[in-house]
């Protein structure tokens, strides 16, 4: 069994700039791809991020020059660094590696 917690959201105005954090509570991220999803209200949930075990990303176009995932296997920590946020990446974010989902962290952008 594995735990994902992900943290680091809140309100941010349009412009501005996030790091979310997904904690696995083992050592996970050095052996699989790991993925941030994003739900918007009345949307279904889409990917944003991945990063391979060996380090390579890939983004969703709606992101790409924005966002930036990377991560920390010593500390069992996946990032995702978000600048010049728009009202339309209001959504709640989801750390997913193999089956396991973190319970997801929300981000409301608005003025």
């Known amino acids: 069994q594995v735990q994902l917690v992900e943290s680091g959201g809140g309100l941010v105005q349009p412009g501005g700039s996030l790091r979310l954090s997904c904690a696995a509570s083992?050592?996970?991220?050095?052996?699989?791809?790991m993925v941030w999803y994003r739900q918007a209200p009345g949307n279904q949930r889409e990917l944003v991020a991945t990063?391979?075990?060996?380090?390579?990303?890939l983004y969703a176009d709606s992101v790409k020059g924005r966002f930036t995932i990377s991560r920390d296997n010593a500390k069992n920590t996946v990032y995702l660094q978000m600048n010049t946020l728009k009202p339309a990446d209001t959504a709640v974010y989801y750390c997913?590696?193999?089956?396991?989902w973190g319970q997801g962290t929300q981000v409301p952008v608005s003025s």
């Open positions: 997913n590696v193999v089956q396991w």
């Open positions: 083992s050592n996970i991220f050095a052996f699989h791809n």
């Open positions: 990063i391979t075990k060996g380090g390579s990303t």
